[in-house]
């Protein structure tokens, strides 16, 4: 039903389109056939759009690699075994997603209130239709034309197959609980359609303001400081003044070209003067809370860096740097390594365990002290065994991305086994993209249409195609 009137939708748009370019009397069987195409390659396009909108806010989520919450995806699967705790009327609930985490609050007699795009209420008036579970279609079409509500569904339906966590931001938030009682209540005063906000009114704003009294969202925040770090980096500056003179240079000079050339990356490089300015007179950090043998994490942009505290404001980390393999000028590859000196020596695939200060390491990033203890399974070893085993390490080493990084270094340094967590996620993220139904019907698509383009339709590119759709079917 959702798709038929999705279709609808879609059909009455094209038609509406169609008369305007037809002219009024031509009833042709060529102009009809015409529309049936019309009509078919918009539907196609709606399910590639949704597809695509889902892949690539998927790909967006390589921060996957950090929690937002103090607690570790292993730790969640321990309290999982054990079994969901009991549920009190006004409980704050979370159920993690493949790229957000959906909240919702418990009203009792397994109902859950929670805040939910769904474009159907624009579509049609059937409220059985419209109390049906909200698919991933009605969800992002909800998100596009802005518009949710917050329902009552059953707390099967809200969790949708995953875990269940209960009132996990008790201890992140600021402000205390307040009563079960007025919490549900409140949710239940708002339940009805609303606007909605992907950033500024979501379901974590809608639960925070029924338990803590105010609508904040801990997820807008993350993104927007990501957003934030990604524009006030110096090679924006220069993705800007680049993509500029393509501009200028595919479309002529004109003031709607030039001007943008010049003014865009102007800003960008005042927002990253500003962003030095704040590193230089910013963070202080107290190394009295660092013990030698400490693994100090770093929050970044796509990833997180870590290192291991060897005592006296020193911290040996893996780093990857193209400058060893250019000079041997010790006094310059010892100067802090910039993003230019990390990313060649990525694609060189070569690296130095090396000594930095904690200001050098952290970069003006916050710092976690031994957080990856309650992930790893294994004990951690003593502080002076893991210092001497970083700096036995030192010196340059063969790097890969994947399979030997810092994460690697210090996991070995520390627990005695060169493991990577943010590989493994990596791993699981690119697994659900390429092994899905859909990404087999385009690499079918794709094949037909090559071979079609340059004419090399024969039973081996033929039988190629197939079986490389096939393969990522059944791996699906």
Known sequence: MIEECARALVA????????????????????????????RSALVMLQLLTFLLEKLSLLSKFKLFESIWPDSDREQERRAHRGPPPLRRGDLLEVPRTIFTHFGIYLGDHKVAHLIPDILPVLTNDKRLISTVISNKRLILGCIYRCATVRVDALEDFAYGSKILVNRMDTVMKNKALPNKDVARRAEQL??????????????????????????????EKFCECLKSVIRDQRSVILAVLLGVVSIICFGMAPWTTLPTILVPF???????????EEEGGLKYDLSLYKRGDLLEVPRTLFTHFGIYLGDNRVAH????????????????AKMVTNNRLLLGVIAKVASVRVDSVVDFAYGSEILVNHMDRVCKQPALDGDEVARRAEKLLGSVTYSLLWYNCEHYVMYCRYGMAISYQTYQFCTAVRKIVCSRTSSYLTALCGVGVMLYLG????????LTLLVSFTIWMAA
């Open 12 to 39: 009455n748009r094209i038609r509406k389109l169609f008369l305007l370019l037809v002219p009024r009397g031509i009833k042709t069987h060529s102009s009809r056939a015409r529309l049936r195409l019309c009509k």
């Open 191 to 220: 339940i009805g359609g609303i606007p909605y906000s992907l950033l500024w009114n979501n379901c974590e704003h809608f639960v925070t303001y029924c338990r803590y009294g105010s609508a904040s969202s801990l997820q807008t």
């Open 267 to 277: 800003a960008l490089w005042m927002a990253a003067s500003k962003k030095e300015e």
């Open 318 to 333: 893996l780093i990857p740097d193209i400058l060893p393999v250019v000079t041997k000028n010790k006094s310059s590859i």
């Open 456 to 463: 090399c339709l024969t039973m081996l590119t033929a039988l």
